[in-house]
């Protein structure tokens, strides 16, 4: 049977259909602008912090806190995931203390944070770092310990000493995984670039949000909705197309 292969635009349907039940509930007066402005009104709040330089100075004060809190966390995600991975003693030590970690909500290390690091970038960066660490841990580690022991095996008797089978072996067949968990990161680095911002950030979209509701500009509010929206869909493509080249050898059908 020949399979319907359906263009990009097509993820383009379900926003425009938001968009169009969005303006049919301002434009009748079901719902008032106070509680959800039209979608020209966000438009025109996005154009003034456009030509303020407000908004590339929020976006860009986020994706840098993003970006601190990213690496730091798939830096350590990498490094302890290929590590308890690899080694059955590493995990039988690190795994309790890490899974009983992952069930502490992210939010209750905040006043542990402020206390040590202050109120400063330090301890939105590392909330940032404790949210998106988990996945990329989890990820590598089932990926690297799930490897088929029959292929290490062969590693062996071709000579490969264990640093080797992790590199040449285990490493390249846990990649799929790790990406997914990269990507999972990403998300919840948005997620909780937000959460700290709102935190008592001066600068970036979090602090956009916080500021509609204190001044009561709902239309602020959708446009820092919006800016997270874009920027984490930009940002996941870009992670997605660079996993695509890097395990381009699958024979997937995730198109």
């Known amino acids: ?25 301002t434009a009748s007066g079901e719902v008032g602008a106070a509680v959800l402005p039209p979608p020209l009104q966000v438009v025109r709040a996005l154009i003034a912090m456009a030509s303020s330089g407000e908004l590339m100075q929020a976006v860009g004060a986020t994706i840098g806190r993003l970006a601190g809190g990213f690496l730091l966390g798939a830096v350590a995600g990498t490094v302890l995931g290929a590590l308890s991975g690899a080694s059955g003693f590493a995990r039988r030590m690190l795994d309790p203390t890490i899974q009983a970690l992952r069930s502490v909500p992210s939010l209750a290390w905040v006043p542990l944070f402020i206390l040590w690091l202050g109120i400063f970038e330090a301890s939105k960066i590392s909330l940032i770092a404790v949210g998106v660490f988990f996945p990329i841990y989890l990820n590598l580690m089932s990926g ?11 590693g062996r008797v071709h000579g490969l000493s264990r640093p080797q089978c992790l590199l040449r072996i285990q490493l390249p067949a846990a990649l799929p995984s790790y990406i997914v968990g990269l990507r999972s990161e990403l998300g919840l680095g948005w997620m909780f670039v937000s959460a700290a911002e709102l935190l008592g950030a001066s600068s970036g979209l979090g602090f956009v949000l916080d500021d509609g509701e ?42």
């Open 1 to 25: 049977m020949r399979r319907l292969h359906l263009p990009g635009s097509t993820g383009l349907i379900l926003p425009a259909c938001v968009l169009g039940l969005w303006e049919i509930a």
């Open 144 to 154: 690297i310990a799930g490897v088929d022991r029959k292929l290490l095996e062969v």
């Open 214 to 255: 204190q001044t009561g500009r709902p239309e602020r509010i959708l446009a820092a909705i919006l800016l997270f929206g874009i920027c984490g869909k930009a940002t996941d493509l870009v992670l997605a197309a660079i996993g695509a080249r890097l395990v381009a050898w699958q024979d997937t059908d995730l198109r």
